[in-house]
Nanobody, 128 residues
Framework: VQLQASGGGLVQLGGSLRLSCAHS????????IGWFRQAPGRAREGVSC????????YYSDSVKGRFTISRDNAKNTAYLQMNSVNADDTADYYC??????????????????????WGKGTLVTVSS
């Protein structure tokens, strides 16, 4: 199983983009869904995570207030709305599944070591 991230592309500085995460047969509703990104020469960075029912979400400090994670379990899809993008947001973005997000500011530590099913990323390039 590989979750499919899509919706990336070229976006102007300060602009917006919405990424989607889906799979045709894998039931996303059974898992917390997280987004992480990786830029060339840099380590993976957790971006956001949403609980199975969508009631709880977490964000990295670098995107808090600008990105919004959501999910529509009826459509078997999760989303990452990216607003006010900046050059540091340029990266390949991936979605992955886990039994839970983790807690508080350390959510990424939990999610990273147990995340599964990520596939190809979708490239976001912020242009000036």
């Amino acid at each position: 199983v590989q979750l499919q991230a899509s919706g990336g592309g070229l976006v102007q500085l300060g602009g917006s983009l919405r990424l989607s995460c889906a799979h045709s047969t894998f039931n996303l509703a059974d898992y917390a869904i997280g987004w992480f990104r990786q830029a060339p020469g840099r380590a993976r960075e957790g971006v956001s995570c949403i609980s199975r029912d969508g009631g709880t979400s977490y964000y990295s400090d670098s995107v808090k207030g600008r990105f919004t994670i959501s999910r529509d379990n009826a459509k078997n899809t999760a989303y990452l709305q990216m607003n006010s993008v900046n050059a540091d947001d340029t990266a390949d973005y991936y979605c992955a599944a886990h039994s839970r997000c983790g807690n508080g500011d350390n959510w990424w530590n939990t999610f990273y070591y147990g995340m599964r099913y990520w596939g190809k990323g979708t490239l976001v390039t912020v242009s000036s």
